[in-house]
């Protein structure tokens, strides 16, 4: 055993993920309904493997440019540009978003500083936060999960440094509307706040058509992502774009934290982005719209608008107590306040099959009537 001196303080300010608790928890079950797991249920695309292999086998195994190689870098920003024209945004390619996160707040925050985050939020946003020197405010989002302007300007003190925000959102799937997102980055503008969108989710939208702030705001940042969007989750892949200064920052600091993203997987992204995902985003809003229908009626909840997540209110006790009674009927889902402040919801993950939701939605609709 090591001493605890030898810890740094802030390994005592964060915890081991509620998420991997469930995971862990998992392996130990025999055959479980498996309807925790925040990644895509479907394999990445051929073309895309192939892609990977061929860069393999070509030899282009060793380092990248810190930023990215150009022949994606290129392509990623002209994206940017299609989608935010007469903006002159920069672009970094990172591993993972995860890692496009982290790099911008540390080159952001300073010790003490402010960050304005919706709750419910994914997991990591508050311990990346506390992991540099910031702290997280949170702006309160609950029952139907669509994120109030008036509310966020409340938040903002003399020590807010950022805004950050998801859509669709990690665990609800609710959607920032545009005008929300206007009024939102015309605030950050006004109050000289860095706006940080996480994007990671685009794709995935199933009734409008996707918006960003960015298109509001040349100075926002956006991080976006291959994983869900291709199966390729393990492969982290992801870029950021946003005003040139910051994103040159952000790179510097990867220089020497991740070095560079997975090279071979930067050139099956240069694949990626020419997959057509149309299939598969209507397969996901088959699956949303088959659980939503086989648990109206029997829980409470919003209709997500993207992503691929529910986030059910508890009909009986705490989340906590909700989800340790799902999984002694072998079903495994996440407790909301492994998301929130709030212990009252729980997070069903619709990233599976059909027959494994039809499974769920069987022993949901058991226990809805147990309390």
Known sequence: MIPESW????TKTIEMSGIRKIFELGRALNDPINLSIGQPHFDVPEPIKQSAKDAIDAGRNGYTLTQGIPELREKLLADATVRFPGQNRDVVVTSGTSGGLLLALFATVNPGDEVIIPDPYF?????????????????DTYPNFRLDPDKVKAAITPRTKAIMLSTPANPTGAVVDAEAQKAIAELARECD???????IYRAFHYDKPATSPAAFSPDALVIEGFGKTYGMTGWRLGWAHGPKRLIQEMAKLQQFTFVCAPSVVQWAGLAAMDFDVTGIV??????RDLLSN???GHYEFSQPDGAFYLFPKAPWGTGTEFIT?????????????AF????????ISYAASDDTLQRGIEVLTRLASRG
């Open 325 to 337: 009674a799902a999984i002694q009927q072998n079903l495994l889902m996440i407790p909301g306040g």
């Open 282 to 287: 209507s397969d996901y809003k088959h699956k």
């Open 123 to 139: 997991v990591s946003y508050p311990n990346i936060i506390t992991l540099v020197g910031g702290r997280t405010v949170c702006v």
């Open 7 to 10: 810890l740094a303080d802030r």
């Open 340 to 347: 929130s402040n709030r212990d009252t919801h729980f997070r």
């Open 294 to 296: 086989g648990l109206r």
């Open 193 to 199: 706040i860095l706006l940080i969108s996480d994007e």
